[in-house]
């Protein structure tokens, strides 16, 4: 099956100089690697020689200058800028986690004196303040707040009789 040899549109004199300058000057090597590409095809390039000197195949070739000749420039942008899945924790319920860490537990019917970062998830998810998150995610807000948490100490009484008198020994 042969294919219909594409190329880019005939580019301006202001496209061709932008284009140059994305090249040289560029730090977003997804725009700058697809402007090689126009500039190529320009210059009487296939999709195919294109495709093996720049080391893409030639279906992406042909797919950067579609849509160079359908959108112009804006078409050299990345589309994806943050990848991976949205947050599950927004600034609202952030500021609402802080609060609850500077509240002190037993103002908030806790019976404890200090929070740590498990049981102020624990309450705060309970609460529905933030989402079920994991305590490395609350204990990077709190990071991120300046807010730290102190280790609470706990002491263990001896039944022994004692204890007392080996104590102070």
Same mark, same amino acid.
């Given at each position: ?54 080391? %893409? /195949?030639? &279906?992406?070739?042909? *797919? ?5 000749? #359908? ?6 942008? !990345? ?32 019976? %404890? /004196?200090? &929070?740590?970062?498990? *049981? ?5 998810? #309970? ?6 998150? !994991? ?35």
């Amino acid at each position: 099956m042969s294919q219909r040899v594409i190329y880019v549109r005939s580019l301006t004199n202001a496209e061709g100089k932008k284009l140059q300058r994305i090249i040289r000057r560029s730090s977003d090597p997804v725009e700058r690697r697809r402007a090689e590409i126009i500039l190529s095809s320009e210059q009487g390039d296939t999709s195919g020689e294109i495709a093996v000197r720049l080391h %893409f /195949t030639p &279906w992406y070739v042909r *797919k950067v200058i579609h849509a160079f000749n #359908k959108k112009g420039m804006e078409s050299l942008k !990345s589309q994806y800028k943050n990848g991976g899945r949205p947050p599950k924790v927004l600034p609202e319920h952030e500021s609402e986690l802080v609060d609850l860490a500077l509240t002190p537990p037993n103002l908030t019917g806790q019976p %404890f /004196t200090h &929070w740590s970062i498990k *049981k102020l998830r624990d309450v705060a998810v #309970k609460r529905k303040l933030i989402p079920d998150v !994991s305590e490395e995610t609350v204990r990077l807000i709190l990071k991120k707040n300046r807010i730290s948490l102190q280790r609470t100490k706990t002491w263990k009484e001896s039944s022994d009789p004692q204890f007392d008198e080996k104590k102070t020994r």
